[in-house]
């Protein structure tokens, strides 16, 4: 099922038409570099002009963070896909803090004590009837307006 020649850290997750490799790409050192660099300029920017610096000065400062706000958003954005590629990779798990069964766990529960195959057992499980209610007629094909 994994390959052992694979390395660890591509997922199972496609990332534009190829496996997500963690290690291709930024890190969280670039993303906080990104982020100290953008807060600086983010000061310095309304107080270039404050300061009576030459226009082009504080013009150039406005369009280094706007960039810098698209490179860090599409930093984040790679990071969270290799978050939900790890998290998807592990499947889904019990909550941390959490000491009651889950809504999952107690259907499963109920499903095994009724003696009904559940899908965490593997078992197929099976269509759900349709309702039925007292004194009605069962319903056929649908209606379609021609009588023979």
């Known amino acids: 099922m994994t390959d052992p020649d694979r390395?660890?850290?591509?997922?199972d997750v496609d990332y534009k038409g190829a496996p997500l490799?963690?290690?291709?790409?930024?890190g969280l050192g670039c993303f906080w570099a990104q982020l100290v660099v953008l807060g600086?300029?983010?000061?310095l920017t309304p107080l270039s002009v404050a300061w009576n610096w030459p226009f082009w000065v504080s013009g150039t400062l406005l369009i280094v963070v706007l960039l810098l706000l698209l490179l860090a958003g599409q930093t984040v954005i790679f990071l969270?896909?290799?978050?939900?590629?790890?998290?998807?990779?592990?499947?889904?798990?019990?909550?941390?803090?959490?000491r009651t069964?889950?809504?999952g766990e107690i259907e499963d529960q109920a499903a095994e004590a009724a003696g009904v195959?559940?899908?965490?057992t593997g078992a197929p499980s099976a269509a759900p009837a349709e309702p039925?209610?007292?004194?009605?007629?069962?319903t056929g094909p649908p209606d379609d307006g021609v009588r023979e």
């Open 21 to 26: 490799d963690s290690e291709r790409g930024p």
């Open 117 to 120: 195959p559940t899908a965490a």
């Open 7 to 11: 390395p660890v850290s591509v997922r």
């Open 40 to 43: 600086v300029l983010l000061v």
């Open 132 to 138: 039925t209610v007292a004194g009605a007629e069962p």
């Open 101 to 103: 069964p889950t809504v």
């Open 80 to 98: 969270l896909r290799l978050v939900a590629a790890d998290r998807r990779a592990a499947g889904r798990r019990r909550p941390l803090g959490s």
